[in-house]
């Protein structure tokens, strides 16, 4: 069987990742910006530098001068001063014939002539201007940042007369920066930003740790108390994290809701086998015991007859005992609610009292109804509508009182159908009401005098008007019980 996976280590694990990735984008995007920034500053100068020298150099070859003159060198050499950075000049042919500043190679420069790469060269004869990151073969000690500009005289416009470029090259200037200090910043920079991520890395991961743990330790509560109540401890319940105002304190509600809901279905449970079973061992004592007299000659065979009419009425009793709790457990089990459809309130419960008709007349009593002229129709299922009416009004008239009145209503609501079936008879207790369509409950003062009762027919008619979710009132004062339950009008 495979381990289960640590929601601590998953959810530290993630969260450590995530800062990880956070400061790798954070620092490369920083590296990258500061780089740029750096060889932008540094280009920005060695741009104007050239520009500068290329100035003066071509105001020198315009009055005469060579790019080797003393001059020239000398205006070089104060440039490279007071700017520090590295100086080379050459012919169109590539040959250095001067050079300033500390970061070229004197040996290779005094040793003979030497010449510019023919690539840098060419690009400038054709017209390009060149600038990046070199050592030039070895002319640099180390890799430098250049940048260049073709020098040429200057000639005076015919058409304006200003002094312009004659664009015939004389010589090239490349002015070159150490690239060596730019490195050593970024690698400065980069030190101190990985101290800072590690520094940060450790303080999340204890915040992070701690934070974790404070919200696993209560779903192992929670699921330790699971367990236990999962072994049948039905009492158990979490009480540490249940005033918490989050979504801890949610679920410990919940569950502490789940486990009293749990316990109550429970507690109906055995209530209903403890009913179930008293229900049964009723009619089956009385059947064994009047058979068992028929058969040892207790009972005297003038009694014979009467001993099996009550023999047959109880095994009557425990069939509708039976089919009724088929019934209900069809009701329980149903995966869907049957297709509603539009029908007439009225002609349904006016067909329930019809096929009441005999037991209402044994009982002589007085049937008063309050229906609309027209029909109230509503929505449901007519068949399950018929049984809750027939239901209730069978019970109205086993329960009146003989010669007493029972009463049929409909009225109309905001939408909602009202349908009431009343009685004259005794007064069920306030007690008693909040009981009433509980499974085989029944009045004690109804147990004696009706024995064909099982107690499941108002609990039927609840589970189906919920449903349906449809509701059912009653009220009982001075002698009047009545029973309300709601439609939805069309």
Known sequence: ??????????QVTVMLGLIILCMTLL???????????QLQEIQSTLDRNAGFISDYASVALTEGSSLTDKDFVNYIQSVVLLTDTTVLVCNTEGMVVCAAGTNWNQELLTSGEVSIPAWATNQLLSGRSYSGMTTFDGIFNTRCYVTSEVLSPLVRDQNTGELVSSNVPTGFLFVANDATSVMEFLQHTFQLFFI??????????IICSFTVQKMVDPLKSMCSFAHRFARGEVDVRITDYKNRNDEIGELAAAFNAMADSLAQAEQKR???????SHELKTPMTTIAGFADGILDGTIPPEKERESLQVISSETRRLSRLVRRML??????????????EQFDAAEILLRVLVSLETKITEKDLEVETHLPHGPVMVWGDPDAVTQVCYNLLDNAVKFASPKGLLTLKITTKAGKAYIAIGNQGETIP??????IFDRFH????SRSTHKDGVG???????????TYKEDIFVTSENGFTEFTFTLSEV
């Open 1 to 10: 069987m495979a381990q289960p996976k640590s929601m601590y280590l998953r």
């Open 27 to 37: 620092g490369a995007g920083f590296f990258s910006l500061s780089y740029r920034y």
């Open 196 to 205: 800072t991520a590690i520094a940060v890395l450790l303080i999340t991961l």
């Open 270 to 276: 055995s209530e209903f086998v403890a009913n179930v």
């Open 327 to 340: 019934e209900l457990s069809r009701l329980q089990s149903s995966e869907r609610v049957a297709a509603q």
């Open 430 to 435: 306030p007690e008693q009401l909040t009981h």
């Open 442 to 445: 029944k009045a004690d003062s």
């Open 456 to 466: 499941l027919g108002l609990y039927i008619v609840k589970t189906l008007l919920n």
